[in-house]
């Protein structure tokens, strides 16, 4: 008897573990097979993020329709913070992995960092506004030396010893520069730009395990015609952190592109176009899908109203000129020191510029290449005499006296003054002419140029009233303004 209810108890503990069995397989299918893909949803965690497309810039023309500056397909090396590590150990070996093939094919990257490439490191000259962010931005003391920011970058982004000191500084610099352009799923950082086809193949080769790599195709700017008064033409750069606070509310990022000078920045609105936006969508931070939601739309075309070829020549003028006087060997010697000038040939119905000379001069694509050849070159190539040089106008200015003494009504068309070489009114001053021309009227005095005549103008007018005429004719005065008052 006690042996059935022991056999008894078995069955039954048995039967219990079965029943609980069951009821296990029932909820476990109901979670698994009923419920399956409700869970599985729940557990997925899906992010869209949308990019920016950049839109290729308008192009530059002349008044002939030659090409000043294009645009040709470069390739670009971005990272993609989906596919980027998030750990600064995998951090600083993808960038160093990026950075050292770079280094040796001789490719430059971005790196703004105001400090030398080398120890002992020092801050850069003339970056006072940068070197005061830098420090902000990596919280040190205002007054933290180059050496001090340096190690507070190494230990903010864990760079450890495994480097050496250079990489290391190279690593900080692009990390920093990643910071500044606000690298994150909606803004893809710029690692380098127009790479060569050779490195290009080197870093898809090594991309399994640079992670977040990729290189791009982009519209990178050029300068068919760098010669063709390239002072005007300007260049184009990366968004500084000021030219960005201003234009942020225009649809400005911080890793774009904005014209730094000349036509580049005065036309900026026209030559930027319209940007497009890419959609990713992330499910468990892997990218599922990669649409371009919204086409980016090219700058329009700006054409300048100057024709290269006459520009070129009047540039080629102007450099002979100063030649010539730099040459002379006769006993005047007039100009022999000269070393810098500038012509201007405008459109006397619109006041459109037709040439635009300044001498020295250089080419935008040396410009870009080597600036330091540019910016160190003699007499200052950089300076557009043109716009920026303050010189006395000379016998141009005569136009104006004759204007003022005729409208004023010192003279009339028929009036005459003698030219005797030396002009003998006052007793202490007395300037003299080119040549002896007689009893002249102002027609004669503009067309010989006559400097008796019109020292006899400008005696009888007074400083007030020549200043007077010289402003109604726009001196002084902003071109642009003046020009669109003669029109309107
Ligand atoms: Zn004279």
Same mark, same amino acid.
């Given at each position: 008897?006690?042996?059935?209810?022991?056999?008894?108890?078995?069955?039954?503990?048995?039967?219990?573990?079965?029943?609980?069995?069951?009821?296990?397989?029932?909820?476990? %299918?109901?979670?698994?097979?009923?419920?399956?893909?409700?869970?599985?949803?729940?557990? @997925?965690? +899906?992010? %869209?993020?949308?990019?920016?497309?950049?839109?290729?810039?308008?192009?530059?023309?002349?008044?002939?329709?030659?090409?000043?500056?294009?645009?040709?397909?470069?390739?670009?090396?971005?990272?993609?913070?989906?596919?980027?590590?998030?750990?600064?150990?995998?951090?600083?070996?993808?960038? &160093?992995?990026?950075?050292?093939?770079?280094?040796?094919?001789?490719?430059? &990257?971005?790196?703004?960092?105001?400090?030398?490439?080398?120890?002992?490191?020092?801050?850069?000259?003339?970056?006072?506004?940068?070197?005061?962010?830098?420090?902000?931005?990596?919280?040190?003391?205002?007054?933290?030396?180059?050496?001090?920011?340096?190690?507070?970058?190494?230990?903010?982004?864990?760079?450890?010893?495994?480097?050496?000191?250079?990489?290391?500084?190279?690593?900080?610099?692009?990390?920093?520069? %990643?910071?500044?352009?606000?690298?994150?799923?909606?803004?893809?950082?710029?690692?380098?730009?127009?790479?060569?086809?050779?490195?290009?193949?080197?870093?898809?080769?090594?991309?399994?395990? #640079?992670?977040?790599?990729?290189?791009?195709?982009?519209?990178?700017?050029?300068?068919?015609?760098?010669?063709?008064?390239?002072?005007?033409?300007?260049?184009?750069?990366?968004?500084?952190?000021?030219?960005?606070?201003?234009?942020?509310?225009?649809?400005?990022?911080?890793?774009?592109?904005?014209?730094?000078?000349?036509?580049?920045?005065?036309?900026?609105?026209?030559?930027?176009?319209? @940007?497009?936006?890419?959609?990713?969508?992330?499910?468990?931070?892997?990218?599922?899908?990669?649409?371009?939601?919204?086409?980016?739309?090219?700058?329009?075309?700006?054409? #300048?109203?100057?024709?290269?070829?006459?520009?070129?020549?009047?540039?080629?003028?102007?450099?002979?000129?100063?030649? &010539?006087?730099?040459?002379?060997?006769?006993?005047?010697?007039?100009?022999?020191?000269?070393?810098?000038?500038?012509?201007?040939?405008?459109?006397?119905?619109?006041?459109?510029?037709?040439?635009?000379?300044?001498?020295?001069?250089?080419?935008?694509?040396?410009?870009?290449?080597?600036?330091?050849?540019?910016?160190?070159?003699?007499?200052?190539?950089? +300076?557009?005499?043109?716009?920026?040089?303050?010189?006395?106008?000379?016998?141009?200015?005569? +136009?104006?006296?004759?204007?003022?003494?005729?409208?004023?009504?010192?003279?009339?068309?028929?009036?005459?003054?003698?030219?005797?070489?030396?002009?003998?009114? &006052?007793?202490?001053?007395?300037?003299?002419?080119?040549?002896?021309?007689?009893?002249?009227?102002?027609?004669?005095?503009?067309?010989?140029?006559?400097?008796?005549?019109?020292?006899? %103008?400008?005696?009888?007018?007074?400083?007030?009233?020549?200043?007077?005429?010289?402003?109604?004719?726009? #001196?002084?005065?902003?071109?642009?303004? +003046?020009?669109?008052?003669?029109?309107?």
């Amino acid at each position: 008897m006690q042996k059935f209810f022991e056999r008894m108890r078995a069955v039954l503990f048995f039967v219990v573990v079965l029943v609980m069995l069951a009821l296990c397989c029932i909820d476990l %299918m109901k979670i698994q097979i009923v419920d399956g893909a409700e869970y599985l949803e729940k557990a @997925k965690t +899906t992010r %869209m993020a949308s990019q920016v497309i950049t839109s290729p810039r308008g192009e530059i023309i002349d008044s002939s329709g030659n090409e000043i500056v294009s645009n040709k397909t470069g390739f670009n090396v971005i990272l993609e913070k989906a596919f980027f590590p998030s750990d600064d150990d995998d951090i600083n070996r993808v960038i &160093w992995g990026i950075a050292r093939i770079l280094d040796r094919d001789g490719v430059e &990257w971005i790196d703004n960092l105001p400090i030398t490439m080398e120890e002992p490191y020092e801050y850069l000259e003339a970056q006072d506004s940068s070197i005061v962010r830098l420090r902000t931005n990596i919280k040190v003391q205002p007054y933290a030396t180059a050496g001090d920011c340096i190690s507070a970058m190494y230990d903010m982004y864990g760079i450890n010893d495994e480097y050496s000191e250079r990489e290391k500084r190279i690593i900080a610099g692009i990390r920093y520069e %990643m910071f500044l352009r606000s690298f994150s799923l909606s803004n893809r950082y710029t690692f380098a730009e127009d790479i060569p086809m050779d490195t290009v193949v080197k870093l898809k080769e090594a991309s399994f395990s #640079l992670e977040g790599m990729d290189i791009v195709e982009e519209a990178v700017r050029v300068y068919s015609i760098g010669d063709a008064a390239p002072h005007l033409i300007g260049t184009v750069g990366a968004i500084s952190a000021e030219e960005y606070e201003l234009r942020k509310d225009d649809g400005y990022a911080l890793n774009d592109v904005i014209g730094k000078s000349g036509i580049e920045k005065a036309m900026e609105s026209e030559l930027r176009g319209t @940007k497009g936006t890419r959609t990713l969508e992330l499910v468990n931070g892997v990218v599922t899908s990669d649409i371009v939601t919204e086409e980016a739309s090219p700058g329009h075309t700006v054409k #300048l109203t100057f024709d290269v070829d006459y520009q070129r020549d009047v540039q080629e003028i102007l450099e002979n000129h100063i030649k &010539w006087l730099n040459a002379q060997t006769s006993s005047q010697k007039k100009g022999e020191n000269a070393d810098a000038g500038a012509i201007v040939v405008l459109d006397t119905k619109n006041g459109a510029l037709l040439a635009a000379a300044t001498y020295p001069t250089y080419d935008l694509n040396d410009y870009i290449t080597d600036y330091a050849s540019v910016v160190n070159g003699e007499n200052s190539p950089l +300076t557009n005499r043109a716009t920026h040089g303050l010189y006395r106008p000379g016998s141009t200015f005569k +136009t104006v006296t004759a204007t003022a003494a005729l409208n004023e009504g010192y003279i009339t068309s028929g009036s005459t003054v003698t030219c005797n070489k030396v002009y003998t009114y &006052w007793d202490d001053y007395k300037p003299e002419c080119t040549g002896w021309h007689g009893r002249i009227n102002v027609v004669t005095a503009l067309e010989k140029s006559c400097n008796i005549f019109f020292y006899e %103008m400008g005696r009888l007018l007074g400083p007030e009233l020549i200043a007077r005429y010289a402003n109604m004719y726009g #001196l002084g005065n902003d071109t642009y303004r +003046t020009y669109w008052h003669s029109v309107l």
